[in-house]
């Protein structure tokens, strides 16, 4: 076992578009088991940082260790990119993503948007990968919706579904952005459900959330980001109790 | 009672035949063509993305009958100069005559692929980035992604634009004539002047056009059902 690895860590992330700074040198220490969630105001970078983490966007500086993996990069023209796209290939497959807009692929059922990955990227096959697809969906109590399609749930069900098929990875880390920021404030708690479920059994989370409940409640650690940089961190008690600086004591609102 | 075409009845048919092969032919070519062209356009190399921007205002500038002469005398003559080259070279005596089912598959090809490349530019950019942006956090390669996800999404949006584009092609064929094929629009031409009875056969011309695009339209609908799974979904 490689038990002894970090499952996620980032070393002083820098990232601009277009000469434009948006993270401005951003680590974080995802260990087994650590909820880690991100705040901070729109536009502070989060889901850029999130993204960097599965190269989504490629930073400019700074390094992107899974499980003990550095992912390579080189330089050319000036521009920073991987250096092998079959290890960024590799490390997507170990950080499943839930999307704010849950990006379930609207041509496959949902049992088929759980499988998909699991199939062709992991190489499982289709017998094991739909087995162990519709325990997901049972687990998301969605085992009745194995044959719909996206646009025939409900905001909450795809959300739901979109975790089991990033589940269906068994990935190292779950990165979540804003997964329930797109949906009705009925449907939220669902979603809620499950994350504090999958947080209760070990799983290694980074979450971008505007769910003050959910950070205090969940996480191991809470990052407020402002303006690209880590402007607190520590735990939900201090950060969000106790918040230091005066722009987070606006962003947590009235109480402070 | 049949129907009697003086004679000319199985020559219409072979051109039938031929006009059918050639538009078929011309089709996957077009489609090949289209396919690359629009993906050289959307891609990240400059390079590729002005050629494939040459090719397509190109073509689609100019008339077909134009295309059509210029690629096969042209390309006759292009041929000559690189055989009499290597028979310079080689001492031998080769000539090349350029086969005009060949050309017509060809410059048909060439053009509508020009056509398909904007119907399919078109489509690729309305497919939702997010889903191709969930493929590749998934860990899918570029192929693999659009295999599985960006094809069969921007084929939805596609169908349309290319059976339009197939239609078109398909009529086009008729201007093989000029090239010396021998089509059915040819083949009735020639029957007409012979018999001055038009009509006997010029409207099972039409009709056979309307065949072919009867069958294709199946093709097509069983095409639209399968790329429009998940989206209609007032059935499931
Ligand atoms: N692809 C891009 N090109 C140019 N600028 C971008 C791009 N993506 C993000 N940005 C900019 O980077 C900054 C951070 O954006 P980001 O989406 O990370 O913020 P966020 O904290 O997730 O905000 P929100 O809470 O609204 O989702 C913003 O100013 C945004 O305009
Ligand atoms: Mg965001």
Known sequence: ?256 | MPINFYGYGPRLLEGALLTAELAVLSLILALALGLLAASAKLSRSGPLRVLATIYSTAIRGVPELVLMMLLFYGGQIGVNMLTDRINAWAGTDYFINLNPFAAGVITLGVIYGAYMCETFRGAFLAVDSGQIEAAKAYGMSEWLAFRRVRFPLMMRHALPGLNNNWMVLLKATALVSIIGLTDMVRIADQATKATHLPFLFLIPVGLGYLAITTVSEIGVAWLRRRYDTGFNTDGA
């Open chain 1, 1 to 256: 076992m490689t038990e002894s690895y970090t499952p996620l860590v980032v070393r002083d992330l820098h990232k601009s578009f277009n000469g434009n700074p948006v993270l401005e040198g951003l680590s974080l220490e995802a260990h087994v088991g650590d909820v880690i969630t991100l705040i901070g105001s729109s536009g502070s970078g989060k889901s850029t940082f999130l993204r960097c983490m599965n190269l989504l966007e490629i930073p400019n500086e700074g390094d992107v260790i899974v499980h003990g993996e550095p992912v390579k990069f080189c330089v050319k023209r000036g521009e920073r990119h991987p250096a092998d796209w079959k290890q960024v290939e590799r490390i997507r497959g170990k950080l499943s993503m839930v999307f704010q807009g849950f990006n379930l692929w609207a041509h496959m059922t949902l049992i088929g948007n759980v499988i998909e990955a699991p199939v062709h990227v992991l190489g499982l096959s289709k017998k094991e990968a739909r087995e162990r697809g519709m325990a997901l969906l049972e687990r998301v109590g969605l085992a009745d919706r194995a044959d719909y399609f996206p646009a025939q749930l409900s905001g909450g069900q795809a959300q739901r579904g979109a975790i089991a098929r990033a589940l269906a990875m068994e990935p190292e880390v779950m990165l979540f952005d804003e997964p329930t920021s797109a949906l009705d404030p009925e449907l939220v708690g669902d979603v809620l459900k499950v994350m504090r479920e999958l947080a209760d059994e070990g799983r290694t989370m980074v979450v971008v959330t505007h769910e003050m409940d959910f950070a205090r409640d969940v996480s191991s650690q809470v990052i407020y980001l402002h303006k690209g940089q880590i402007a607190e961190a520590g735990k939900p008690g201090d950060i969000l109790e106790k918040p230091g600086t005066p722009q987070l004591k606006q962003f947590l609102g009235p109480r402070f």
